[in-house]
């Protein structure tokens, strides 16, 4: 078969994302702090952004102070005697009148920065080192203790195996476990240890109870103890069910995690995107644009840039792209603020019962119905809808929130959201000595028109963290 080179016309079909297109779309997904720090990032990168100040309100004036004679004599002050005018002959005038300014002393201390006065929490590494300097320990098994430290996670539990400490540290495993048991001595009671059930015996045995059944129990029974499965154990150890719950209330008061009080976690608070407010008989949305900076063409760099001569072509060409990128980011922003709001009003206009009357009126919605409703593809719904929260009058709520799949019933089609919501307070409601079973909360929702799987009833349960009606059991 001979090679040979020719030209052809070939027609076809393909979708090309422009650099404008990917702008729009990786800030129409942002929340709104993410989107804060890409605005603050593109103002760094880019000239012609600056952020908007402000306006002076009106009506105040700014206070100008007099012009007084000296104004005059300084500016008769010449060039000349300011290069004249040295820093040592302006210091030996001040100081000629006994004042003190405070500069060059040498015995002056330098004054603490401001981070020196924030207050700081010790974490759990810290805590623990601040008692390994006061134990009465050789510094062999001092340094041991240190290493066995820093390989002790936030909630406490240590994390590596002795024979990984043995292999890391090129000693032997009695002087590992040495270390570990001078590590388990530590406040908080349970710190080091490798799994729960260790952590259980470290409390015990610093209350003193070793040896009594609640000891066994931690030791051999944690399973039947989740499923409170009293009576076997009272069988197993040939004691009465009331000895076994006075146990089971001993160990009820023992921390499972003794390192999460030391936490240095910060709390991140949850800021909404929108606003809905209830307005007489009728709805506002406001878009929550409060820590987001307002940007502007720059002036200065405007005019630069019209100013032909001012500039090479080279340098001309990277001004102009600069002021297309910042057009196109204003413009993007501004599409990415209308589509929310088309969002916003169509989920509005879907639950609005839900906002007049709270979760029980949630109706089924999904991605697609919001798209045809605002003639929009579904992906932009998924990205508009995507880590972003709105607050109202019931609280504030994840978008995805109002999203949900339906069930069927005699009044028609009810959101599974709301059926969570019931499922919650029926087993709020009951009684904890007699909880109910996944089966009898299924009939109390088929007596309200309501069907539901038994399955699905537990998949929910299981989505809501809520455990099995034997777990929730408490026995007097």
């Known amino acids: 078969m001979a090679l040979e080179t020719r030209l052809e016309a070939r027609l076809t079909q393909k979708l090309v994302l422009t650099p404008q297109l990917q702008l729009a779309i990786k800030l ?35 206070v100008v102070e007099p012009a007084t004679t000296n104004d005059s004599v300084e500016s008769e002050i010449t060039t000349d005697t300011l290069t004249t005018f040295s820093v040592d002959d302006y210091f030996e005038e001040r100081s000629s009148d006994g004042r003190d300014l405070g500069y060059f002393n040498s015995g002056m201390v330098e004054k603490p920065g401001f981070e020196t006065f924030l207050t700081t929490t010790s974490d759990l590494t810290d805590h623990l080192k601040w008692q390994l300097r006061f134990c009465n320990a050789s510094d062999d098994l001092r340094e041991l203790a240190e290493m066995v430290i820093g390989n002790i996670d936030e909630n406490g539990y240590l994390c590596a195996t002795v024979k990984e400490l043995v292999a890391l540290l090129n000693v032997s495993a009695a002087k590992v476990q040495k270390a570990i048991a001078l590590v388990q001595s530590f406040d908080p009671r349970g710190v080091g240890a490798r799994d729960l059930q260790e952590c259980l015996q470290i409390q015990l045995r610093f209350l003193g109870l070793e040896g009594t059944i609640a000891e066994s129990m931690v030791c051999n029974n944690l399973g039947d103890l989740e499923k409170k499965k009293y009576h076997a154990i009272a069988r197993q150890y040939m004691v009465g069910v009331e000895e076994v719950i006075a146990a089971v209330r001993v160990i009820e008061q023992l921390e499972p995690k003794p390192g999460r009080n030391y936490s240095n976690s910060q709390i991140a608070y949850v800021v909404p995107d929108v606003f809905i407010d209830k307005v007489g008989d009728s709805y506002r949305i406001i878009l929550n644009d409060e820590h987001i900076p307002r940007i502007r063409i720059s002036s200065m760099y405007r005019e630069l840039l019209q100013n032909k001569k001012a500039l090479d072509k080279e340098d001309r060409q990277f001004m102009l792209d600069k002021y297309k990128s910042a057009l196109w980011l204003m413009k993007s922003l501004d599409e990415r603020n209308k589509t929310i709001y088309r969002v916003t009003e169509s989920v509005l206009k879907f639950q609005t019962d839900f906002f007049e009357r709270g979760v029980q009126s949630l109706k089924p919605l999904n991605l697609k119905v919001i798209a045809e409703d605002i003639s929009m593809h579904e992906s932009n719904i998924s990205r508009v809808t995507s880590n972003k929260y709105l607050s109202c009058g019931h609280g504030v709520f994840p978008f995805r929130y109002f999203f949900s799949s339906s069930l069927s019933s005699q009044d028609g089609d009810v959101s599974s959201t709301s059926v969570k919501e019931l499922i919650k307070k029926i087993i709020a409601e009951e009684d904890r000595r007699n909880p109910l079973p996944d089966i009898k909360i299924v009939e109390m929702f088929k007596s309200q028109n309501i069907k539901i799987a038994r399955r699905t009833l537990a998949k929910y349960r299981e989505e809501l963290r809520i455990p099995s009606h034997t777990k929730r059991k408490v026995m007097d």
Do not use: R
């Open 28 to 62: 129409l997904q942002l929340p709104q702090l993410e989107l804060t720090q890409a605005i603050n990032q593109e103002m760094i990168e880019n000239p012609f952004l600056e952020e908007q100040q402000e306006e002076v309100i009106q009506g105040e004036e700014q």
